[in-house]
């Protein structure tokens, strides 16, 4: 009589390690949460930029023009960051400059990523010539460096707060465009689409309801950082003299008018060069965290 084994009982697998969510994981990086404070408080000065401000930022008062900031010999607490070369109240300048930053910033990244995404689930999915057409005018587009390109169209086009939007949004797409491609060249051969196809979903569904959501968030993670170029950019577009009108507040405005007073009135073009580093930086860091969250790597015990 022949005895059968009965088969050894299989051994679980040690279950994965679940990823936290991002509020989760963004509270344990001090540095991010740092971050996204600062973040909040530059939002909240935009937004409320006419409670919040102590004085009108185009009010002009020759007989107090170039104070020091309030705790320099000469200051007042009525201009904490003192005055610049017409009287204008610094701090009053610095925080509605904030509402032309991130507009620009936010906008440029909402242009670029739209346009990207579309023309790299089109290049993904599609392959063929549609591939070989949409990464041949981002190459084109790359040859040319991006600030010197946003520099000839706000040249040909004119200055403007949304012509700045216009020009940095088209000159951005290309990042989006080749992450999403690369995503999307991974995800068209899974069985989710192989079924879908096989189901008779339309392409358009496909790409809208399979695919965008799985790319989703690396495109958090480039369009947060794109929005601190973008407000780099503008601030540099501003300096030039090519970017938003004069009589707008912007960081770069206010870098040109105290570039000629660094010697004498260090405040006038210190201050509001420490708020677009200390924004971009602040931004930089939160999508670092952001791409820390998203890479499933970053969470292995």
Known sequence: M??????????????????????????????ALAALVFLTVIIVCAVFAPLIAPADPNAQNLLGRLRPPAWQTGGSTAHLLGTDQLGRDLLSRIIYGTRVSLLVGAGAALL????????????GYFGGWT???VMRVADVQLAFPAILLALAVVGFVGSGLWYVIVVLGITGWVSYAR???????????????TEAHAIGVGHVTIMRRH???????????????????????????????????KETVTWGGMLADGQLYLGTSWWIAVFP???????SLAINITGDALRDVADPKAYRR
């Not at 299989?10 to 679940?18: E, F, G, Y």
């Not at 369009?223 to 970017?243: K, R």
């Not at 060069?273 to 924004?279: D, E, F, K, P, S």
């Open 112 to 123: 670029a990523g739209t346009i990207g995404t579309i023309a790299g689930l089109a290049s």
């Open 131 to 133: 591939d070989r057409i």
């Open 211 to 245: 695919l965008l959501p799985n790319v989703l968030a690396p495109l958090a993670t480039i369009g947060t950082l794109h929005i601190a170029a973008a407000i780099v950019a503008e601030a540099s577009l501003s300096y030039l003299g090519l970017g938003v009108p």
């Open 273 to 279: 060069g420490l708020a677009l580093m200390l924004t």
């Open 179 to 193: 992450v999403v491609r690369s995503e999307v060249l991974s995800l068209r051969s899974r069985d989710f689409v």
């Open 2 to 31: 022949t005895t059968t084994t009965a088969p050894a009982p299989a051994v679980d697998a040690a279950p994965p390690t679940p990823r936290p969510g991002v509020a989760r994981a963004l509270l344990h990086n001090r540095l």
